[in-house]
């Protein structure tokens, strides 16, 4: 007979399958609606910005909590469906850096937010240096847990999971790692050089890193319908 599941874990479980499809889908909208966006070429952040930037701000701020819930539903599944105990703390340290990332917004880079003037255009036009404030700073900060925290979950995940001859989520565990932060390497590459495919490269990574945790949350969702 299958074990019965509290309701409570299986919902906060299904916190991490949506929240990833819930934020990109959520900012490629803001992102539509924004005037002088360009998605190719400005980082997600930028969108917190301007007079839409609260619609960011909550996007942020609501993905972040959402796997913050998620982290709390993963840690009472068995190891050998989440892949390692430390698995959770990151996803949940992911969580409270996107929390960040909304209550400190990004400094104007990158030509986004557009200048006032043309004058000013010219004084902060994409290749300069731009001048980081404190929050600028702390919302890079907040960054780390998660470019940085999801891969590492993501390779703690395929180590887990080749020990347990389960190949295919360690390849794609590792696959998902090496592509959150390639993807994450190449945006900065591309954004100091001001480069028209910066924000592509940013949400390749995002989507490499968020979509591995919408497959793991899934993963044990199933798990604990099914009771094992």
């Known amino acids: 007979m ?21 934020f990109a889908s959520s900012f ?31 996007n942020f701020i609501v993905t972040g909590a959402l796997y913050v819930g998620a982290a709390s539903g993963l840690a009472t599944c068995p190891r050998r469906i989440v892949g390692s105990r430390a698995i959770p703390a ?8 996107l929390v960040g990332s909304g209550v400190f917004v990004t400094d104007p880079v990158g030509g986004f937010p557009p200048a006032a003037t043309e004058d000013h255009a010219r004084d902060t036009a994409p290749s300069a240096m731009p001048q980081l404030t404190r929050t600028g700073m702390v919302h890079n900060v907040c960054a780390l847990p998660i470019f940085l925290g999801i891969p590492v979950a993501g390779l703690i995940g395929a ?16 696959a998902s790692s090496v592509g959150m932060i390639g993807g994450f390497v190449l945006f900065g590459a591309a954004f100091r050089h001001a480069a028209h495919a910066a924000g592509v490269f940013q949400r390749l990574s995002i989507a490499a890193g968020f979509g591995w945790l919408s497959a793991l ?9 099914r009771g094992c």
Do not use: C
């Open 2 to 22: 299958a074990k019965k599941i509290p309701r409570s874990v299986a919902a906060r479980v299904a916190m991490g399958v949506v929240a990833g499809p819930l």
């Open 28 to 58: 490629s909208a803001i992102g539509a609606r924004t005037t002088g966006y360009d998605w190719r070429r400005h980082a997600v952040s930028s969108l917190a910005n301007g007079r839409l930037g609260w619609m960011q701000r909550a």
């Open 90 to 97: 990151l996803v949940g340290a992911a969580g409270l850096g």
């Open 159 to 174: 180590a887990s999971f080749a020990r347990s001859r389960e190949y295919f989520w360690a390849g794609y565990s590792a």
């Open 217 to 225: 949350s899934l993963r044990a969702l199933i798990s604990l319908r």
